[in-house]
């Protein structure tokens, strides 16, 4: 069982580029969740997904787009990259009503 | 806007004593609430679940307590051990349905032999 799983685990990224985080889960769940977590701030909700096809912000949505096309795939996307979205970006899921994450191990993203 | 505090960004306690972590929260009324585990370099565990309706959780060496009108949860874990060292999260469910999980900063437990 792979659970979640996270690609690139790290990139290094110069400002104005471009990238997507990949999240895939092989669980069947219907919520996924793509975080970042800065030393002193603690894990901040960026997007997530409570079903295929549909998104909602979270707490730091700015920069940052999302999409759901298949139910066990959530993808980021940064059109721009700035240096202040350099960050661990963990993906999350859940069976729908249940309440407990499963956690990706985490994509190291650099921006200089 | 809501808030969750972790009572300290780092605790140390001696091996074998009891290990005891707080999470505040205000301005919501969680559904539920729960506990991770995270070690370094890897993503968060679960480890807990409460719900509103409960007072008391327990699993092997851990506990947890959920007091609505104080808005605070305790998490206990007895007879400490090394291997318990980690970063400990308190998560709220801050949304309707149980869809949208906030989490508060995490307290670092060290456990010294």
């Known amino acids: 069982n792979a659970g979640v799983t996270q690609t690139p685990k790290f990139r290094v990224l110069k400002t104005g580029q471009s990238m997507t985080l990949l999240c895939a889960q092989d669980m069947n769940h219907e919520y996924m969740y793509w975080y970042r977590q800065d030393p002193g701030m603690g894990l901040r909700l960026i997007h997530y997904s409570v079903g295929e096809g549909t998104t909602a912000k979270g707490e730091v949505p700015d920069g940052y787009n999302v999409s759901r096309l298949k139910k066990q795939n959530f993808l980021l996307g940064l059109e721009s990259a700035a240096p202040s979205q350099t960050s661990v970006y963990f993906c999350?899921?859940?069976?729908?009503?249940?309440?407990?994450?499963?956690f990706g191990e985490g994509s190291r993203l650099t921006v200089l | 806007s809501q808030k969750i505090e972790q009572n300290s960004e780092a605790l140390n306690i001696q091996e074998g004593k009891t290990a005891t972590l707080t999470c505040n929260y205000t301005?919501?009324?969680?559904?539920?609430l729960q506990w991770y585990r995270q070690d370094p370099g890897r993503g968060p565990v679960f480890l807990l679940l409460i719900r509103e309706n409960e007072k008391e959780k327990r699993k092997e060496r851990l506990k947890v307590t959920f007091d609505t009108t104080l808005k605070q949860s305790l998490f206990h874990i007895t007879a400490s051990q090394p291997a318990d060292s980690a970063t400990y999260l308190c998560a709220l469910e801050t949304g309707g349905g149980y869809q949208k999980v906030t989490f508060g900063t995490g307290t670092k437990l060290q456990v010294i032999p």
């Open positions: 301005n919501y009324s969680p559904a539920y």
């Open positions: 999350a899921s859940t069976l729908a009503g249940t309440g407990e994450l499963f």
